[in-house]
């Protein structure tokens, strides 16, 4: 299993940006495909986007696309989620995922293809 570790998260008002962050401490994860989930209060986690191992081929939810972007850099060993345009419905705990299957099994099965997980960090979206 890998180690992740987010950051990133915070305050923002309706309207504006974030950039989350997860590093893989342990430095296996550049095989692996990885992921950023969500769950909001009294809600399940959700999956919001996924990432190919190599950043070829990136999903998204219905409800982030056009918004958020992720991104890796293998080197770094790091995965981002950038967040524009955020609305107070984007208000939630941010994990960072990592899985063995492909990127687009991640979008699609969603929790079920996750092998680890980060331990999440707390978006606040204010109207």
């Known amino acids: 299993q890998l180690q992740l570790v987010e950051s990133g998260g915070g305050l923002v008002q309706a309207g504006g940006s974030l950039r989350l962050s997860c590093s893989d401490s342990?430095?296996?994860?550049?095989?692996?495909?990885m992921g950023w989930f969500r769950q909001a209060p009294g809600k399940g986690r959700e999956f919001v986007a996924s990432?190919?191992?190599?950043?070829?081929?990136?999903y998204y939810s219905d409800s982030v696309k056009g918004r958020f972007t992720i991104s890796r850099d293998n080197a770094g060993n790091t995965v981002y989620l950038q967040m524009n345009l955020l609305k107070p419905e984007d208000t939630a705990l941010y994990y960072c995922?990592?899985?063995?299957?492909?990127?687009?099994?991640?979008?699609?099965?969603?929790?079920?293809?996750?092998?680890?997980w980060g331990q999440g960090t707390q978006v606040t979206v204010s109207a």
């Open positions: 995922a990592s899985s063995r299957g492909g990127a687009l099994r991640v979008q699609r099965i969603g929790t079920a293809a996750i092998d680890s």
């Open positions: 342990g430095r296996a994860g550049t095989v692996y495909t």
């Open positions: 990432i190919a191992y190599d950043g070829g081929w990136t």
